[in-house]
């Protein structure tokens, strides 16, 4: 097949998808309120649940009728997971199914594979959270606030799994790179905006976290950063 007989074919696999979103049953009018009503329900989990990532409002109205609260929807799929193992929970500005906690042990014991997060460390969680709280925040900082030093490793772990990324120079000396978090971090995690993150003084008072030792060594951290950041 040339390249214009492909050119061809593609063309006409787009414009028959584009009839097919065109031709979508939105409304459902030859349905009966109620019975319109679990087909949005069913629709909106279907969605959800064949997404490997938190599904946003914009999504969902794709699939509804114009008239759809999507809000009481979800609250009435909620509903009806009541007593099951898992949830519909909202995330990273969107929603997903997660499992309750109260089912972790059991999949811990099955050894059953699950999200990549489950292979992170306690100290990279922690780390992750307060790039969360001080972001954009560099390493340097990082180090400080923890009282040993930040690896390029552990670092460079966070980013390859898409949990952050860098944010804007410093404006320290050496100009030094910063991290922020990404949307991966907030379903990771399980919150729907950064608000969501656990209180700081927690972390404070359980000796993870030191913020005052980012203020002790500021002029220390200085010349550090411009040696040790700056190709971070």
Request: proline letters at 5%.
């Amino acid at each position: 097949m040339s390249g214009q007989d492909i050119a061809k074919t593609g063309g006409r696999k787009r414009k028959a998808a584009g009839q097919d979103i065109a031709l979508f049953d939105r409304e459902l009018v030859s349905l009966s309120p109620a019975l319109r009503w679990r087909e949005w329900m069913n629709r909106i989990e279907a969605v959800i649940f064949a997404s490997a990532t938190p599904v946003d409002r914009a999504t969902l109205a794709r699939i509804v009728g114009q008239e759809c609260n999507i809000d009481l929807i979800i609250d009435d799929i909620r509903e009806e997971l009541r007593g099951r193992p898992f949830d519909l929970v909202s995330v990273a500005g969107g929603w997903h199914h997660r499992t309750k906690a109260a089912y972790a042990p059991a999949i811990r014991a099955a050894g059953a594979a699950t999200q990549p997060m489950a292979g992170f460390s306690q100290q990279e969680a922690i780390i992750l959270i307060a790039i969360g709280y001080y972001q954009p925040v560099t390493r340097g900082e990082l180090s400080a606030m923890f009282g040993k030093e930040v690896s390029r490793d552990t670092i460079a772990g966070l980013r390859q799994a898409k949990l952050i990324t860098s944010g804007p120079r410093s404006p320290t000396p050496g100009a030094p790179y910063t991290y922020v978090t990404t949307p991966a971090f907030l379903s990771t995690f399980g919150f729907d905006t950064l608000r969501d993150l656990p209180d700081i003084e927690m972390l404070e008072d359980s000796g993870l976290l030191n913020r005052k030792r980012v203020a002790d060594d500021a002029d220390m951290m200085g010349t550090k950063i411009t040696e040790d950041d700056e190709y971070d």
